[in-house]
């Protein structure tokens, strides 16, 4: 069965600090890979997506993913974080090359900056 | 230009009751999805639509019912409420492409007693 895995549930970090969160799917011909985030209370809102060509993609705020086909993985990063980015991120796949935008989503990842 | 309405933002069921979530979007895109989101569990999707008269079922569509009969709206219907239906229900929207953003929309909290 297609899935997508979060590997850490709750991710504490101080404020400035890098921070990767980390995204692994199962294994399919083509995907296409997404990063949302979801602050307290509102609803989700795309952060960047892997569609094809270079394996880095870079989104808004400051967060980048690299795609890794070899390890099925897409990781988020972020060099240095502010408190504002205290949220929930999800990681979601799109299997298939058809044409329904149908997602699989991770179980999210909460990043708690702290000052 | 709202993009993704929901309707209600809140609400209270008790079990056996039946009620509708709506759904309604103002950017013509075919593409509309519901999803509930528990803790631990990341978004779930139930039922989604490719284009008016067209719905086809999700991971967990059980207990719940939708139609399509206009390109802006998506009701999402609770039959039956059972206290495991108590979620955060979310509606999303896409040009119903593989690889398109998903826009959602802001949620509706459901608890079912």
């Known amino acids: 069965a297609q899935s997508v895995t979060q590997l850490d549930s709750q991710v504490p970090v101080f404020e400035e600090a890098p921070v990767e969160l980390r995204c692994n799917y199962s294994?399919?011909?083509?995907?296409?890979l997404f990063w949302y985030v979801q602050y307290p209370n509102q609803g989700l809102q795309l952060l960047l997506k892997y569609l094809s060509g270079s394996t880095l993609v870079k989104g808004i705020n400051g967060f980048e993913a690299e795609f890794n086909k070899s390890q099925t993985s897409f990781h988020l990063r972020k060099p240095s974080v502010h408190i504002s980015d205290t949220a929930e991120y999800f990681c979601?796949?799109?299997f298939g090359s058809g044409n329904t935008g149908k997602l699989i989503f991770g179980q999210g990842t909460t990043l708690q900056v702290k000052p | 230009n709202a993009g993704v309405t929901q309707t209600p933002k809140f609400q209270v069921l008790k079990t056996g009751q039946s009620m509708t979530l709506q759904c309604a979007q103002d950017m013509n895109h075919e593409y509309m999805s519901w999803y509930r989101q528990d803790p631990g569990m990341g978004l779930r999707l139930i039922h989604y639509s490719v284009g008016a008269g067209i719905t086809d079922q999700g991971e967990v569509p059980n207990g719940y019912n939708v139609s399509r009969s206009t390109t802006e709206d998506f009701p999402l219907r609770l039959l039956s409420a059972a206290p495991s239906q108590t979620s955060v229900y979310f509606c999303?929207?896409?040009?119903?492409?593989?690889?398109?953003?998903?826009?959602f929309g802001p949620g509706t909290r459901l608890t079912v007693t």
């Open positions: 979601a796949v799109s």
């Open positions: 294994s399919s011909v083509s995907v296409y």
């Open positions: 999303a929207i896409s040009k119903d492409r593989a690889g398109d953003e998903q826009y």
